[in-house]
C-alpha cells in the first residue's frame, strides 16, 4: 500500500511535469517561461526525494539540497538579466 | 505498531504534496496571465515539496533511526528561497512591461510611480 502511493505520488507529478512543460513552449512572454522553468527545478527536487524513498538508500539527499540551491540561482540570474540587460555589472563608478 | 503509523503519516504527506503539485501545474496552465500563474506557482509548489521533503525526512527516520539534518535544511532553504524568486521575476516582468490580463481594474503601483516621478 505505502509503494503504491510512492507511485501514485510519482505518477502525478510527472504529470503536473507536463503541464508545466507545456507553459514553457507556449508561454507568451520570457517571465512566464522561466516561472515555469523554476517550478520544473522544484519538481525535480520531488522526484528525487520520492525516489530515493523506492530505491531506500541516502545516498541522493545532497541532491536535493543542491538541486534547490541551482533552481534558485538561475532564477535570479535570468530576473537580473531580464530587469537590467546584464547579470554581473563591472562599472564601479555608477553607484 | 508504530511503523504503520508512521508509514501512514508519511504516505499521507507525500501524497498531499504531489496533489499540491498537481494543484500548481493546474493553476500555471489555466491562469490567464503571468502574476497570477506566478502566484500559483511559487504558493502551491512550494507547499507540496516542504510536504514532501517532511515524509522523506519522516521516513528515513523510521527505517534508519538517523535524523537527516540535510532534509530539515533543504525544507528551510526552499522556504525561504522560493518567494524570493517568485517576487525578482515578478518585478522584472511588471519592469519589463508584460502586459496584465483584461479583467485587471486596478494598478496601484503604476499610480505610486506616477506619483514619485513628478
Known amino acids: ?95 | 505498531m508504530i511503523e504503520i503509523i508512521i508509514n501512514i503519516i508519511t504516505g499521507t504527506l507525500i501524497f498531499l504534496g504531489a496533489a499540491l503539485t498537481v494543484v500548481a501545474a493546474f493553476g500555471v496552465i489555466k491562469l490567464p496571465d503571468v502574476y497570477t500563474r506566478n502566484h500559483a506557482a511559487s504558493k502551491s509548489a512550494t507547499l507540496g515539496i516542504m510536504c514532501i521533503l517532511l515524509g522523506t525526512c519522516l521516513y528515513f527516520f523510521q527505517t534508519e533511526g538517523v535524523f537527516n539534518s540535510r532534509l530539515i535544511l533543504a525544507i528551510a532553504f526552499i522556504f525561504i528561497t522560493s518567494p524570493v524568486a517568485g517576487h525578482l521575476v515578478i518585478r522584472a516582468a511588471y519592469n519589463t512591461n508584460v502586459p496584465m490580463c483584461d479583467h485587471t481594474i486596478r494598478d496601484d503601483l503604476k499610480q505610486q510611480q506616477k506619483i514619485t516621478s513628478e
Open chain 1, 1 to 95: 500500500m505505502f509503494s503504491f502511493v510512492l507511485h501514485a505520488s510519482l505518477v502525478l507529478i510527472a504529470l503536473s511535469m507536463i503541464g508545466f512543460i507545456y507553459r514553457v513552449i507556449k508561454g507568451p512572454s520570457t517571465p512566464d517561461r522561466v516561472v515555469a522553468l523554476d517550478a520544473i527545478g522544484i519538481n525535480l527536487v520531488a522526484i528525487t526525494s520520492i525516489l530515493s524513498i523506492l530505491l531506500k538508500t541516502t545516498a541522493f539527499l545532497e541532491v536535493i539540497l543542491l538541486i534547490g540551491i541551482l533552481a534558485f540561482i538561475g532564477t535570479v540570474a535570468f530576473s537580473k538579466y531580464l530587469e537590467k540587460g546584464v547579470v554581473v555589472e563591472h562599472d564601479r563608478n555608477n553607484h
